[in-house]
């Protein structure tokens, strides 16, 4: 017999984590909340802390040294900013609402517990990673880490996915069209140089090569997220416009997937998207990051869906437009699945967990660890 999962006990605790608003520009806050998953492991494991760009994150394993993990779980406690009533959560039914239930604290707290319960007993070293920075690229928490040698051989994310396997998700680049021109009165359009205009004309070229899908589509894509210039006058020619791009591409893009993995991505992103771009108009690329892909036909992942299904979920492949930290293991040759209970609303002020899928979850984590 499995362990049983007391929800009576955990649902107080987990909903005790999401009263903490920790979001980016919050500090204090997201040490508190890394701290609380912490302590609610409780003793007898080491901690290993780290910090880059103002951000804690923390590695938790067997003994005293760092071992290469057979497995690693990996958690984020930080969300999205959020109006003040969302961090008070509620439970209506078998829903849990607040902000984090669905991304990802719930899930988290629930890895945090099969650790505490199960790392000791694996025949494999086990580690949990908890991090504070998925939220805004996971640069400071999950990629630090690893440039700092941690390592394993299979890593389980616990982003939300309903109980399936995520083993693919997009990669994203975040790309910056400046456009410079001569301004000059409105009436003459002739004298200037309309900045926004050649703007414009270089994002219609970006979308006639990578245009809005009508429906959902497993392929590149390009959002206009924001256009914008100084310009403060019906009658002024603009010399100034910017626009942000937000582009989500998949492995299957070898292109884009290629350039996401060199040493000066960003650069050569830049120069990529430079193509479909006006005299006048440059590009900068701020992120370059690639798509996450594991094996399929890894065996971990054939256990871990044997696991679920005996608890009544098909452990379906999910496959994801968002990117998540599973790219940092990817571009290192780990395979990384995403794999966390159900709910929706994520970032969202209707967002929940599901509580039906908590008690599944965590069986099904404990029952793959111990097989």
């Known amino acids: 017999m499995w362990p049983a999962m007391d929800l009576a006990s955990f649902l107080p605790v987990a909903c005790e984590l999401l009263t903490v608003p920790s979001v980016a520009d919050r500090p204090e806050e997201l040490a508190k909340a890394l701290d609380f998953v912490i302590d609610f492991v409780g003793p007898g494991f080491t901690v290993e802390r780290f910090s880059a760009g103002g951000k804690p994150s923390a590695l938790l394993y067997v003994g005293s040294e760092r071992p290469q993990f057979e497995v690693i779980f990996n958690g984020h406690v930080d969300v999205v900013p959020a109006p003040a009533g969302l961090f008070e959560p509620r439970i209506d039914g078998d829903r849990l609402y607040g902000r984090g239930a669905h991304d990802m604290k719930v899930s988290a707290l629930v890895l945090a517990q099969v650790f505490r319960e199960q790392a000791a007993s694996c025949a494999g070293p086990l580690g949990l990673q908890l991090v504070t920075d998925e939220e805004i690229g996971g640069r400071n928490g999950t990629r630090h880490q690893l440039e700092q040698g941690v390592s394993a051989d299979f890593v389980i994310i616990g982003e939300q996915s309903g109980l399936e396997i995520v083993a693919d998700s997009k990669g994203i680049a975040t790309v910056v069209l400046r456009a410079t021109g001569v301004s000059g009165h409105g009436a003459y359009p002739w004298r ?100 996450h892909h594991a094996d399929h036909g890894r065996p971990e992942i054939a256990r871990l869906r044997q696991a679920v299904r005996r608890h009544g979920y098909q452990a379906d492949f999910l496959r994801k437009h968002g990117s998540a930290d599973g790219r940092h293991y990817y571009q290192r040759g780990v395979d990384a699945i995403i794999f966390g209970i159900g709910g929706s609303g994520l970032h969202s002020d209707e967002e929940y967990a599901d509580i039906a899928s908590i008690e599944p979850y965590y069986h099904a984590l404990t029952e793959f660890l111990a097989r």
């Not at 899908?213 to 416009?241: H, K, S």
């Open 192 to 291: 200037g140089d309309n900045a926004l205009v050649k703007l414009l004309a270089s994002i219609e070229r970006v979308l006639a090569a990578y245009p809005v899908p009508a429906e959902e589509a497993w392929r590149t894509t390009v959002n206009v997220a924001r256009i914008q210039t100084p310009n403060n006058a019906f009658n002024l020619i603009p010399d100034f416009a910017e626009a942000w791009l937000d582009v989500r591409f998949p492995s299957e893009d070898t292109e884009l997937t290629g350039l996401s993995k060199s040493e000066g991505r960003e650069s050569e992103f830049a120069e990529f998207f430079g193509r479909f771009c006006e005299p006048g108009v440059t590009v900068v690329v701020d992120r370059a990051d690639p798509p």
